[in-house]
């Protein structure tokens, strides 16, 4: 069901979990290697309706990462408090590695400037699938567009997936970005310190 339906926040959390063991380990070891990523494993950071200042996000000037996510949120109807919590992992630091990756699922929609449609969604998974190398994305970038029509099969082949991928490549660990103190930094300089590509000029 996960792999076929990226909506099932609860499934694609199981899978996650009783599959990326391998995949966290190394995702904790560049997070430790990296001073940002080793603070945000400290200090372990959560966003979350409450931890989210959301009238004063709000109230910062439109093209600001902070503005652009919360726009984000209200334009899909989405919260981070949708994200389900770790339940099969032991390991008490791997554990929030993975819960990390959850919170910033919605912030890589928004730097990434995809909607959280069936094409929004595989794009950012392939992304996710380059830069995580977690079992849960690799499946849902391959699995995932099987539902699409033609056209929207031909877009995501030829423009999404190539954009995606180059992403995931050029860009740094997105783990390793304490994004809760960047709120007022543009999404375009944010996009660029992190490497990530301007999205396709194409409706998605």
């Known amino acids: 069901m996960a792999l076929y339906n990226p909506y099932r926040h609860d499934m ?21 290697s990296d001073p940002e ?26 093209g600001t990462f902070g ?17 389900m919590p770790t339940k099969f992992i032991d390991d008490e630091e791997l554990a929030y590695v993975i819960q990390r990756y959850r919170e910033v699922h919605d912030l890589m ?29 690799i499946l849902g970038a391959v699995f995932g567009p099987v539902r699409l029509n033609a056209r929207k099969l031909r877009i995501l082949t030829t423009e999404l997936i190539p954009w995606a991928v180059r ?13 809760e103190s960047r709120w007022e930094q543009s999404v375009e300089s944010l996009r660029n310190e992190i490497g990530i590509l301007p999205p396709p000029a194409i409706q998605v």
């Open 12 to 32: 694609v959390a199981v899978l996650g979990e009783t599959t990326g063991f391998l995949a966290l380990q190394k995702l904790r070891e560049r997070m430790r």
């Open 37 to 62: 990523g080793y603070r945000i494993l400290q200090e372990r950071p959560r966003i979350r309706l409450s931890t989210l200042d959301v009238t004063g996000l709000r109230g910062l000037p439109d």
């Open 67 to 83: 503005r652009e996510y919360i726009r984000f949120l209200d334009d899909n109807r989405v919260t981070p408090d949708s994200r």
């Open 109 to 137: 929609h928004t730097l990434l400037g995809m909607p959280t449609n069936m094409l929004g969604e595989v794009a950012v998974k392939w992304f996710e699938a380059v830069q995580t190398g977690l079992p849960m994305c």
């Open 167 to 179: 992403s995931g490549i050029n860009s740094n660990l997105i783990l390793n970005y304490y994004y």
